[in-house]
Structures are given as structure tokens and as C-alpha cells.
């Protein structure tokens, strides 16, 4: 949070960082702290400049949501990896603002290790464990002990439980379907065999969703809603896709809005899955390097023009008087670039029995 002693705390916190391990990381909210403020990004990579951190600390976020590609690693080799963390922990105005603002984060291909690649990578196990290390999740956190880095918070008391499920779209991920035109990466996978997040983390995200909250922030590596031009997202596998509208709607789960990253632009979609309210994904990318080509996409579920400069996302949570969240998309200097508000009531399925 921004202060009288920030500036401060800035320097000492450059001064005090000497490994992407070992640094002072600020505690998680409490679980029964009300969350009024999140920020949210992807696409940072460790040899681009990147300016934008002090925009995002200027913005005083509770907590900040890395949605993947959290560094450009695209490797093999394991050693690289490390070498890739390290060179993004000694990133100044990285290593200041982590010391600052707590982060949850998941991970999308190129953190993974392999651009677009799924299960079939051969050294995921290694690429989980340096990214635990990275962002010092303790050695007796249970995320250490299933497959995969899928994981949930819920903050805050009744009527103001903000829940937190951050999805893993990569380790248990089939193989795409890659389409024979040049102007096509992949083309839909109809295999009913096929996942996206494989049987035991499905189980686990309905456990979650029967949870009681008041609002929800899903989170995927890449695109939920929508389909570009055969690019990865949810809806190169349509079952899965509808499978993830199915549990919603199956657990009278109120309050869901998506995010995501890996596009190279920020965008807000609002969509139809048959859940019983509308769905709006906020697509947070990147924060260093953006896509003007790719943010000239049509897409017809876009509530406003994709902006494809350095991006970043603010979710503010209006808790009391009409319960509302507001995304709103934010360029490298921190400026609002567009923003749309929901009222929380507009998020109910068609029941009094909520979740």
C-alpha cells in the first residue's frame, strides 16, 4: 500500500533484494480480511524492460493475480529456467514491487516451459518446483503435494467473501489439434477423452464452487470465452469449455467472473454459457510487451475495443450499497483505459438456492 514511508520502503527494498529467493514477501489478506481492491496481469518477460510495477503499487492493490507467463522461458533446459527466474527476481522495479504487494499466481506455456504445450511436457515436475521456490511457497503448503499448481482462497466474512480460484490449464492439458491451413494453428477437438484440466482438479474446482461467496474470480491461463482465429484458448476444446459452463450452472455457483491473460492485450468479453447470468472474462496481457495487430481481432462478445499497448487490471469490489465489481484496464502508466462495472445481484442464477 502507498504511504508516507513508500519511498522509503522502495529503496531499502532494492537495496535488501539479492536472489529471486530469500526476499521479504508481505503476508497474504487474512482469510476473514474484507478485499476491496486486486490488481491483475500476465506476459512479463525477464528481458524486456519493464516499467509498469510502480503504476501497479500506485494503484494500492490488496492483492496482485500473476495469470501466467509470469517469465519467457521456452526450454528444455532446467538450468535456463532458474537462470530465466533469477534474471526476472533482479528486475528493479519487480524485486521492489513484490516486496510491497502480495501475489497469487499460475502459470500459462511459457512459464510452463514450452510454447502451447501441455501434459506431454517431459519437465514438469522441475518447472513446478522452481516456480514454488520463486514465489516462496512454503515447503508444507499442499500445493506442493498434488499434481499440477491449481489453487483457491476464499477472503472475507459472510456477505462479503471474495473467493480466489486460480486454474492450471497446462499440466493435465491433451494435445491440440493442429489445423492443416497456414492461417490456423488449431482447430477444435471434439475427442471426448480429451481435458483441459484432467479428472482430479475438475473434482476439486466443484468442491470449490459449492463453497459459499459472494463473488468469485476464476482465473485461466489463456481465453475462456471466444475463439481467435485457431489460437489456444478454452474453445479449442469445446467439450471442456462447455464443461466449465456445466459446473457453474450444476453448483448454482453465484458471482463468477473469469480472468485471463496470454493474448498480449487487455479486453473485457461478456458471454452466454448457459449458467443462468451473463459471463464476463477480463483478459489481463501483457506487462511487457502488448499486440496492437492482435487487439484489431474482432471479436463479437468484446464489450469495448481491445487495447494491445502494456496492459494491466484493477478489480474494485463495492461491497456495501448494490454490491458491484468494476474491471477496469490500465496502461503502463497506470491511466484507466476503459472499465465496466457488474452489480453482484446481476450475477444470480435463475434460484434462490445459491452457493
Not at 532494492?14 to 487474512?30: C, D
Not at 516462496?136 to 499434481?147: I, T
Not at 471466444?226 to 457453474?248: D, N, S
Amino acid at each position: 500500500m502507498i504511504n508516507a514511508r513508500t519511498p522509503v520502503l522502495w529503496i531499502l527494498g532494492l537495496l535488501s533484494f539479492t536472489s529471486s529467493v530469500g526476499f521479504a514477501a508481505p503476508p497474504h489478506p487474512a482469510p476473514s480480511a474484507t478485499i476491496e481492491r486486486l490488481a491483475i496481469g500476465s506476459c512479463a518477460d525477464q528481458n524486456r524492460p519493464q516499467p509498469i510495477w510502480p503504476a501497479i503499487v500506485a494503484t494500492e492493490p490488496e492483492l496482485f493475480l500473476l495469470l501466467g507467463d509470469n517469465i519467457y522461458a521456452d526450454t528444455q533446459d532446467m538450468a535456463k529456467m532458474r537462470a530465466d527466474y533469477e534474471i526476472q527476481g533482479s528486475v528493479p522495479g519487480f524485486a521492489a514491487f513484490r516486496q510491497q504487494v502480495p501475489i497469487l499466481a499460475t502459470w500459462d506455456d511459457h512459464d510452463y516451459g514450452w510454447n502451447d504445450a501441455g501434459a506431454e511436457y517431459a519437465h514438469k515436475e522441475t518447472a513446478k518446483a522452481l516456480m514454488l521456490d520463486f514465489f516462496e511457497v512454503p515447503a508444507d503448503d499442499e500445493l506442493r503435494q498434488r499434481p499440477g499448481v491449481y489453487q483457491a482462497k476464499i477472503f472475507g466474512p459472510p456477505g462479503r467473501r471474495l473467493q480466489i480460484i486460480l486454474l492450471d490449464g497446462r499440466w493435465f492439458r491433451s494435445p491440440l489439434v493442429k489445423d492443416p491451413s497456414p492461417y490456423r494453428r488449431y482447430r477444435p477437438n471434439f475427442d471426448a477423452d480429451s481435458t483441459m484440466l484432467g479428472e482430479a482438479q475438475w473434482r476439486w474446482l466443484r468442491t470449490q464452487l459449492e463453497q459459499p461467496a459472494e463473488l468469485r474470480l476464476i482465473a485461466s491461463g489463456v481465453q475462456v470465452l471466444g475463439y481467435a482465429a485457431g489460437f489456444e484458448g478454452w474453445k479449442t476444446m469445446p467439450l471442456e469449455q462447455e464443461r466449465l459452463f456445466a459446473v457453474i450452472r450444476d453448483t448454482r455457483a453465484a458471482g463468477v467472473v473469469l480472468l485471463s491473460g496470454d493474448a498480449h492485450f487487455t479486453q473485457i468479453k461478456r458471454g452466454d454459457g448457459g449458467t443462468g447470468y451473463p459471463l464476463y472474462e477480463f483478459t489481463s496481457s501483457g506487462l511487457t510487451h502488448g499486440n496492437p495487430i492482435g487487439a484489431a481481432r474482432p471479436s463479437p462478445l468484446a464489450l469495448q475495443r481491445p487495447y494491445g499497448g502494456l496492459n494491466f487490471g484493477t478489480v474494485d469490489i463495492r461491497w456495501q450499497d448494490d454490491p458491484a465489481v468494476t474491471l477496469r484496464a490500465r496502461d503502463v502508466d497506470g491511466n484507466i483505459v476503459f472499465e465496466h462495472t457488474i452489480r453482484l445481484a446481476d450475477l444470480q442464477p435463475p434460484t434462490e438456492e445459491i452457493k
